[in-house]
T-cell receptor
Framework: NAGVTQTPKFRVLKTGQSMTLLCAQDMNHEYMYWYRQDPGMGLRLIHY???????AKGEVPDGYNVSRLKKQNFLLGLESAAPSQTSVYFC?????????????FGPGTRLLVL | KQEVTQIPAALSVPEGENLVLNCSFTDSAIYNLQWFRQDPGKGLTSLLL?????REQTSGRLNASLDKSSGRSTLYIAASQPGDSATYLC??????????FGDGTTLTVKP
């Protein structure tokens, strides 16, 4: 099992450009999450999904869109990148949230917006 | 709004020392609390998960405790090793699918 993988690992964008970050998991997990990690602010939830075809907003959803067309994939889109979106983005997945299941994290995508 | 605080932000100890990392949270209505380890430039790895009905969990040299009423958790690391050097984060899940993370404690274990 590859676990949770993220593509790309690193990207530089210019302000206003768009891009899509891909997260894939091979553990048949129902729940998937996108976080961003910034110094002094911890990990903050951007969007999450409780199953194929469903998405929900997290703590900091503005400027991002997501899609979960297939159970194993969760895409994070930036339509018009801004310097404030410079961050490290982590995807995670879990089987379900009954209080008993841990989240498995990908290696992260480093995004620099100039 | 749930807030999670970890103290200290950084800790440096000599090899072999026992140590305690602290995590506090403001809302005691939680599903679980997790401790994660993050190595530089890497993702998070789950160390221990304590369900809301539990008081502690142990894995090898690690022991995590949970006191919901006081909004506190501790991660105890016994006989620390240089390989334990990393950032340790705690996270509380208060709503299904939503976890709140602390900023982490960066641990350095000196040989």
């Amino acid at each position: 099992n590859a676990g949770v993988t993220q593509t790309p690992k690193f990207r530089v964008l210019k302000t206003g450009q768009s891009m899509t970050l891909l997260c894939a998991q091979d553990m048949n997990h129902e729940y998937m999450y996108w976080y961003r990690q910034d110094p002094g602010m911890g990990l903050r939830l951007i969007h999450y999904s409780v199953g194929e075809g469903t998405t929900a907003k997290g703590e900091v959803p503005d400027g991002y869109n997501v899609s979960r067309l297939k159970k194993q994939n969760f895409l994070l889109g930036l339509e018009s990148a801004a310097p404030s979106q410079t961050s490290v983005y982590f995807c995670a997945s879990s089987y379900l949230t009954s209080g008993k299941e841990t989240q498995y994290f990908g290696p992260g995508t480093r995004l620099l917006v100039l | 709004k749930q807030e999670v605080t970890q103290i200290p932000a950084a800790l440096s100890v000599p090899e072999g020392e026992n140590l305690v990392l602290n995590c506090s949270f403001t809302d005691s209505a939680i599903y679980n609390l997790q401790w994660f380890r993050q190595d530089p430039g890497k993702g998070l790895t789950s160390l221990l998960l304590i369900q809301s009905s539990q008081r502690e969990q142990t894995s090898g040299r690690l022991n995590a405790s949970l006191d919901k009423s006081s909004g506190r958790s501790t991660l105890y690391i016994a006989a620390s090793q240089p390989g334990d050097s990393a950032t340790y984060l705690c996270a509380v899940e208060a709503n299904a699918g939503k976890s709140t993370f602390g900023d982490g404690t960066t641990l350095t274990v000196k040989p």
